[in-house]
């Protein structure tokens, strides 16, 4: 079956970076595009860009460019988001997603909170 | 690109059914047919309830329907039980190659 487990929660300070991993298992990892979301605390959902796993071209959505970068390891079927310069507003759970019919995305991590604080 | 716009809130009795809309443009809701929603129950990961306007994915009840007419999408959820209580997003692809989310909306079952 399809799994996405991402990494675990992460304590940062301003300005530091923090790179968060999406270990995909139960199929070809370069078949599917992998999308990355943001969730603010009570907040909505955010789609912040994809990444083709086979190419590693990525896609990023406004707001979410320069200090925002999707990358591959297709050796271990894992997608990163790194996440320079950290600012207290990037506090947020970031979900990883694949496709699953066209775009819908119909698999996803469990999701990794990234705190910001001094 | 702007986020869809949906109502914040919707509440419903057991048995009853609500319906959700998600309001874009041309450019993304009105433009393609490829609407997605999105069931998230607090402290869980988004699920998959409807694709391409009025899809179900397998393992989904039919209790949950999808429609588009013109740039606004609808999910309906018929029969309405109690664990249908969280928050629903719709999404749609836009004429940018991207993809942009709804606002989300509070189901509460009375």
């Known amino acids: 079956q399809v799994q996405l487990v991402q990494s675990g929660s992460e304590l940062k300070k301003p300005g530091a970076s923090v790179k968060v991993s999406c270990k995909a298992s139960?199929?070809?990892?370069?078949?599917?595009?992998m999308n990355w979301v943001r969730q603010a605390p009570g907040q909505g959902l955010e789609w912040m860009g994809w990444i083709n796993t086979n190419t590693g071209s990525p896609t990023y959505a406004q707001g979410f460019t320069g200090r925002f970068v999707f990358s591959l390891d297709t050796s271990v079927s894992t997608a990163y988001l790194q996440i320079s310069s950290l600012k207290a507003e990037d506090t947020a759970v970031y979900y990883c997603?694949?496709?699953?019919?066209?775009?819908?995305?119909?698999?996803w991590g469990q999701g990794t909170l990234v705190t910001v604080s001094s | 690109q702007s986020a869809l716009t949906q109502p914040a809130s919707v509440s419903g009795s057991p048995g009853q059914s609500i319906t959700i809309s998600c309001t874009g443009t041309?450019?993304?809701?009105?433009?393609?047919?490829?609407v997605s929603w999105y069931q998230q129950h607090p402290g869980k990961a988004p699920k998959l309830m409807i694709y391409d306007v009025n899809k179900r994915p397998s393992g989904v009840s039919n209790r949950f329907s999808g429609s588009k007419s013109g740039n606004t999408a609808s999910l309906t959820i018929s029969g309405l039980q109690a664990e249908d209580e969280a928050d629903y997003y719709c999404?749609?692809?836009?004429?940018?190659?991207?993809?942009?989310f709804g606002t989300g909306t509070k189901v509460t079952v009375l």
């Open positions: 041309s450019s993304d809701v009105g433009g393609y047919n490829y």
């Open positions: 997603a694949r496709e699953a019919y066209g775009g819908a995305k119909g698999y």
């Open positions: 139960g199929y070809t990892f370069t078949s599917y595009t």
């Open positions: 999404s749609s692809y836009t004429s940018s190659s991207t993809y942009v």
